[in-house]
């Protein structure tokens, strides 16, 4: 289901689907990542302290992840009100899963989103829903691994810069960063020298 969303949604923007393709034949890379950067941490305060992030779903696709620890990290809990047929698409054992609001209600709605984690969400209405995260910023020496393969992951706090040289984010030679912006995703690769083409990409809070 991703799969036809994102061939649509590309070929609507006049691009060939990338990364669609990348999805049907990974072994075309060694790996790749998505990066989501949410909008900031409201209510100030030290980094002990909770806090919460609103993310808006206006129609179509749209990238979320989630900073905060929580009792419990439900999808129900983050987004009480989501449009009818919206879509929710996390990616686990090498495939991505699909929970579908029906008659106002997640299809899984114990799924979680713990913090660090990323999916996609489909908003096939054009009535905007909003998802809010409430909880505490994670404490200790934050490290948020990246395993081989398609990766979905989200800063563990809330905080703008380049993903390398200010957010301390570390790939191989020849992985691919994607970044989703205007229904379209903008790769970005890192070269042996350690240095990216086109550009060392950044990530901004507000940004999805």
Request: charged share 15%; net charge negative.
């Amino acid at each position: 289901m991703l799969y036809s969303r994102l061939v649509e949604l590309e070929n609507r923007a006049g691009d060939e689907p990338t990364f669609a393709s990348d999805l049907r034949t990974p072994m075309r890379i060694q790996a790749f990542l998505l990066v989501v950067s949410l909008v900031g941490l409201c209510g100030g305060g030290s980094l002990a302290q909770s806090g919460y992030v609103t993310v808006r779903f206006a129609g179509g696709l749209t990238l979320v992840g989630n900073h905060l620890n929580a009792t419990n990290n439900t999808v129900a809990q983050f987004m009480t009100q989501p449009a009818e047929g919206a879509e929710l698409y996390k990616f686990a054992n090498g495939s991505f899963t699909t929970n579908t609001v029906r008659s106002s209600v997640w299809t899984n709605p114990d799924e979680k989103l713990e913090p660090g984690e990323g999916a996609v969400v489909f908003n096939p209405t054009g009535l905007p829903f909003e998802a809010t995260f409430r909880g505490t910023l994670p404490q200790g020496n934050l490290v948020n691994r990246i395993p081989e393969g398609l990766s979905l992951k989200v800063s563990l706090v809330p905080q703008s810069g380049r993903v390398a040289t200010d957010l301390g984010l570390t790939l191989s030679p020849f992985d691919n960063l994607y970044l989703w912006k205007s229904n379209r995703f903008e790769i970005y690769t890192v070269l042996p020298d350690g240095s990216w083409f086109p550009s060392e990409p950044a990530v901004s809070i507000g940004q999805s």
